[in-house]
């Protein structure tokens, strides 16, 4: 019989945190989950680690790639070799507190119109110490897909917080969206796509520990210290994607909410109040937008 949830740890060289992170997600109060970890071709000590977990607890899945294909790729994999009913990605450095998995779970099995069950962020430091938290506002329990996804337009920039996608998602949900593309930011994509399909259910409490330290990809990115051409370049090795893909991921966000909106089963009203919607965000990030037409 298939666990009622499945777990994807994607993973490329994350070996100084892993086992605090499979330790917490092996230590949730529910119990029937599997645990898939995929490994996009890590150099360091990954495998091992990856491997001693696999032989300890039979509900440990061990997949690797043997050339890196992008963090992307390596998310997205995951969704298509679970095998559980519900479905939650965890970041191979951050944590969970025991009870987010049932948490969630008892959301999803009480109201058959909620598609993502999610709590609220704690920041962590390498230490372990708590540096703040985060209610990241993915609450989005309108009844009307038109308000559920003009609250994600809204809310959902390339460079907003997406921690909703650490929560629990009906897998069948899921796989009617495109997952996550090769742009920075894209985890606002599926986020959208799953707000026609259903609702988000924030639980307050702060069970999700992200951590924040000196090797994740958001302190590694040169965009941050102002340098638009070494971003481009880490971007294209992090996403393994174009430049047309990872250049301009405000314009490639507000592309794909366009697309969205325009295959949605809404009335027609509501389309056009949703293109407004991006084209008031539009207004309000016309600098970020026209940074990213310009040359490099």
Known sequence: MNPRVSIGVPVYNGAQFLRATLDSLLAQTYRDFELII???ASTD???LICAEYAARDARVRYVRSDVNLGAAWNINRLVGLATGEYFKWAM????????????????????PGVVLACVRTVFIDESDRVVRALDPGWDLQS????ERLRQVIYAGGHWVNAD????????SALLQTALLPRYQGGDKRPLAELSLLGKFVEIPEYLYLRRIHSATSGANNPEFAGDKARALEWMAEFFKGSRAE????TWNLFGDHVRIIARARLPSRHKLALFGAIAQVARWNWRRLINELRPV
Do not use: F, H
Not at 94 to 107: H, I, Q, T, Y
Not at 165 to 171: E, I, P, Q, Y
Not at 246 to 249: D, L, N
């Open 92 to 111: 191979a450095d951050d944590s969970c507190r025991p009870e987010l998995v049932a948490r969630c779970v008892e959301v999803l099995d009480r109201d």
């Open 246 to 249: 990872i250049a301009r991921p």
């Open 143 to 146: 009844e009307t897909p038109y």
């Open 45 to 47: 000590d990954t495998g």
């Open 38 to 40: 995929s490994d996009n």
């Open 164 to 171: 909703a996608l650490a929560g629990v998602m009906r897998k």
